[in-house]
């Protein structure tokens, strides 16, 4: 009995001291842990694109949406017939005049020549050997061995031998010019704009193959409605009555209406107009904003507030722009009452000042108390977007 309780108080003393050992390890782990544990990173302040808002007068210009093209357009094809075995230009191409496009299979084009050249020859053979008789029978009638009759008839076999040379030499030139046609070459530098056959198809004389776009003066295309066509044949040949945009970059060309379409579009009811715009270096189909300002009824606004479209959202259905507390640099929302839009900005009629800071990118991560700071462009990207 006595040894049953001395191995029991062994057994209890033994769970204790395991207690004390995992309790020791526990609060060992947590504190690790609780050392390991790194304190939040404190949010970085947001940097926002800002202008101080200014009073300007601004023009109400008529805005269209215009395209870049050639002011000529070449469809180009064969001048004969044959199968088409070679193309070498593709669209986007630039070529050089006289650069050659595509290639007809020429074989029957080349035996055609050489028979020309045949009969050129025969034709030449034959004339040396009437004229050789010829020369004979002026010699036998000055002896008075032959009639004045005999004489004429080997002149006038001279003549017909003469003629037929001629024909055959034109004839040889035809072939020749059919033979050097089987190979299509560009009549001045371009773009190729377009393809139109495939290698391996039979084409009939004039059938398009390629559509080249000639370097040189570039058009504004664009539509007008209807009320407003008689206007813009007001400003046909003033120079320069027009300012194109081209969109994805700053440059802004000058323009001179050159053409307007006679008739309307039978579905849009609108009036292409073409606009020149000189040897201006612009991409072929690039897109382009075209104003008018001072015609169409264009009206000046003075003493305008305008701000970019970026700088507007809406908060609680309300149109807000956000203010920039230069004391605090903090943003709070301020709404405003729109007016019309000019061009890519729009005029603010109220809720605005002159003079006041307002975020013009980045609004729509704005929280009203949020502190900002002013994005100030690196030298390299600054150089970059110029």
Known sequence: MDRVQSDA???????????????FATGLALLVSGCGRQAPAPEAVRAVRVMTVQTESRMNAMLYAADIRPQTESRLGFRVSGKLVQRLAAVGMHVKAGQLLAQLDAVDLKLGQDAAQASLQAAQTNLDQVSADNQRFQGLRAQGFISAAELERSDTALKAAKSQLEAARAQAGVQQHQAQ??????????????????????????????????????????????????????????????????WGSDQSLPATVREVAAVADPVARTFQVKADLGRAAVPLGQTATLSMPGGLGGTVEAGGLYLPLTALSEQAGKTVVWLLDEASMTVKPQPVELGVVVGDRLQIKAGLQAGQVVVTAGVHVLTPGLAVRRYVESPAAASATR
Do not use: C, M
């Open 181 to 246: 046609y089987a190979a299509l070459s560009a009549d001045v530098a371009g773009v190729i704009t377009a393809t139109e056959a495939e290698v391996g198809q039979v084409l009939t004389a004039g059938t398009p193959v390629l559509r080249l776009a000639h370097d040189g003066p570039r058009d504004a295309v664009f539509a007008v409605p209807e009320d407003q066509v008689n206007a813009v044949k007001a400003l046909v040949g003033r120079k320069e009555a027009l300012r194109v945009q081209v």
């Open 9 to 23: 108080g062994k057994l209890s003393a033994g769970w204790s001291r395991l207690g004390v050992a995992l309790g």
